[in-house]
């Protein structure tokens, strides 16, 4: 099929899908004015029965928490399959690629990224651990608070050389945490099961809502996720450094 | 307003279909599937809204206030997880692609046999 | 049609920061634009009052996609081209 002919086959098949597009929308309500009562339902129970004050956490960890187990456990898979597809084969030989393209010369880190990494690190840090154990207070939670925390390791990279990023930050230890994190979320809940509700059901006293021990276990979903997603993340950019790093030091 | 969200959502995913089918480029194919993805994000915003309201953090307010739906926007934290999970893996695929056949260009990657 | 001025101009900016993301054919400059408009999403997600999603999107969409987008081109270019 020549790429004209795909371009007005496209075309055509578009405006048969923009017309089905405007009739299915043409029949909901306006957008603003859905109405739902599940969501006010939500909305009026998550401070006085709940004691989370963040209602999108509460429905993510709470009222709907073993769907987040499988949101976790879709990260959890997709970090597996990049780690294994950029897995270096061992059947390649290692000097079969040019590492570098002919007539373009790779500048050295400059010592402004340097500094500004190094200022960076810690307040990063700092705020993804914020983000992270105030997940049920205020906008955040275990997942945003992850990837931050895994952008503060990788301008721990941006800073120092790649041996010392290396020893810092050994890739057993991204991998044990990571899997922790994940393991976490199903330990919590069998606890929850094995104190005689069912399985997540909260046991643990709610906190006055407003603070960090608010809302029972949602407190220590929210660890595990942030930890699980941290180490995922990382694990995935590091996996797709590695190669590229490890040809331009032979 | 009325229904513009729903429209910028059809023009999104057929704006991201149009990239994917005239791409030159995996990566660039790549990152199509990224906008298609993301006109789902605007068409679970504009069912979640409700005109007027607050948003459903209750840290500063009373707890009574009226805000808009906290599902729908559980919903679209899931779909944010599975955007960036999908694009890692076929970031990955390209790169393996590029590997064995040596170029990114799939117009060309079908005739390569074997 | 002013009180909803807000929500149809970051609307339409979207709609026209897609259509730029879709037609930026090199990949290298393809990253920045991608950057960009996670970012117009991420304003979009908080004038539609939904700030953790706009938290996620800005975290992801601007930050982590770019990164990855780069990486696997600088592994593209570093493994060359072959007949």
């Known amino acids: ?250 | 307003m009325n229904h513009l969200p729903y429209a910028v959502a059809a023009w999104l995913f057929l704006a991201g279909l149009w990239g994917v089918i005239t791409s030159r480029n995996l990566i660039h194919l790549v990152i199509c599937i990224g906008v298609i993805q993301s006109s789902s994000y605007v068409l679970l915003l504009a069912i979640g809204y409700r005109v007027g309201r607050v948003a459903p953090v209750f840290v500063d307010i009373p707890a009574n206030t009226q805000a808009v739906d906290p599902i729908v926007q559980a919903l679209m934290l899931t779909d944010i997880v599975v955007e960036v999970t999908v694009i890692a893996i076929l970031l990955g695929l390209a790169v393996q692609i590029h590997k064995g056949h040596g170029t990114l260009n799939p117009d060309r990657l079908s005739k390569v046999s074997g | 049609m002013s009180e909803y001025m807000l929500q149809n101009g970051i609307l339409v900016f979207v709609a026209v920061a897609a259509t730029a993301v879709v037609l930026t054919r090199d990949p290298a400059s393809q990253a920045i634009v991608v950057s960009f408009y996670g970012l117009l999403l991420g304003i979009m997600f908080l004038i539609f009052q939904a700030p953790d999603v706009a938290l996620s999107q800005i975290v992801v969409g601007a930050i982590a996609l770019p990164l990855m987008i780069l990486l696997a081109l600088a592994r593209v270019r570093k493994q060359g081209p072959r007949t």
């Open chain 1, 1 to 250: 099929m020549t790429r004209g002919f795909r371009r007005i086959f496209f075309l055509v098949s578009a405006a048969a899908l923009a017309v089905s597009f405007f009739l299915a929308y043409s029949q909901l309500e306006p957008a603003g004015r859905v109405h739902s009562e599940y969501g006010d339902m939500v909305n009026a129970l998550t401070v006085p029965e709940l004691h989370i004050t963040d209602a999108v956490s509460a429905v993510n960890f709470n009222v709907r928490g073993f769907d987040t187990l499988g949101e976790e456990f879709i990260l959890f898979a997709s970090v597996v399959g990049v780690l294994l597809l950029m897995r270096r084969q061992n059947e390649e030989p290692a000097g079969d690629h040019e590492d570098r393209i002919d007539g373009r010369i790779v500048p050295p880190v400059s010592d402004a990224v340097r500094v500004m990494a190094m200022l960076l690190v810690a307040p990063t840090f700092l705020f993804g651990i914020y983000i992270v154990t105030h997940g049920q207070v205020s906008p955040g939670g275990g997942f945003q608070g992850g990837v931050i925390l895994a952008t503060a390791l990788l301008l721990l990279y941006l800073c120092a050389e790649y041996n010392q990023f290396r020893r810092a930050v050994p890739q057993r230890l991204v991998e044990v945490g990571e899997a922790l994190g994940a393991a976490a979320y199903i330990l919590i809940g069998a606890a929850c099961a094995g104190a005689g509700g069912l399985f997540l059901q909260n046991f643990l006293p709610l906190g006055k809502s407003g603070s960090i021990t608010s809302g029972g276990i949602v407190a220590l979903i929210d660890l595990g996720v942030g930890l699980e997603v941290c180490g995922g993340v990382a694990l995935a950019v590091l996996a797709y450094l590695e190669e590229l790093v490890e040809e331009k030091e032979q």
